[in-house]
């Protein structure tokens, strides 16, 4: 068998098959251990996925989990204007303030939220509807504490 200088390992059916551009005269084959399982094992197996990146501070903070920014009440009210739109809906705290204009009902329906509790608001209008519950999940930020 011709063996190749530059060689490319390719498992086919079990077994390691070499193959590549430039070419060696040896006609030895290859050695008993190249063919063993474990060694094409070893041979074919990628290198690990690099680890997930920290997520920014940003990321963190739009993240539901455990770890998500707390907010107090009061800190929402600081983020009261149209240009700065904060607010509290069952616990949670919300950046409203790229929503404003894409809200159907219109940009005055969120500006009245805008750095306060509008738990009661939002459940007189959209109560056990999955939709708004569902763009509304885009915009959280964090929880509210101390309440």
């Not at 060696?24 to 990628?46: C, G, I």
């Not at 303030?97 to 500006?111: L, N, S, V």
């Not at 939220?113 to 007189?124: H, R, V, Y």
Request: with cysteine; proline share 5%.
């Amino acid at each position: 068998m011709r063996l190749f200088a530059a060689t490319l390992t390719t498992v086919v059916a079990g077994s390691a098959v070499l193959a590549g551009c430039g070419s060696s005269d040896s006609t030895s084959s290859a050695s008993p251990s190249a063919t063993e399982p474990s060694a094409v094992a070893s041979a074919t197996q990628s290198s690990p996925a690099p680890a997930a990146s920290s997520p920014t501070s940003s990321e963190s903070a739009a993240s539901a989990s455990p770890a998500a920014a707390e907010y107090t009440l009061d800190q929402v009210a600081t983020h009261n204007s149209s240009g700065d739109c904060w607010t509290a809906i069952q616990g949670k705290v919300y950046d409203l303030t790229d929503w404003e204009d894409q809200h159907p009902g219109g940009a005055a329906r969120i500006q009245s939220l805008c750095g306060i509790d509008g738990t009661s608001q939002f459940l007189d209008q959209h109560e056990g509807d999955a939709q708004p519950e569902s763009v509304l999940a885009g915009y959280e930020i964090g929880v509210l504490v101390g309440s």
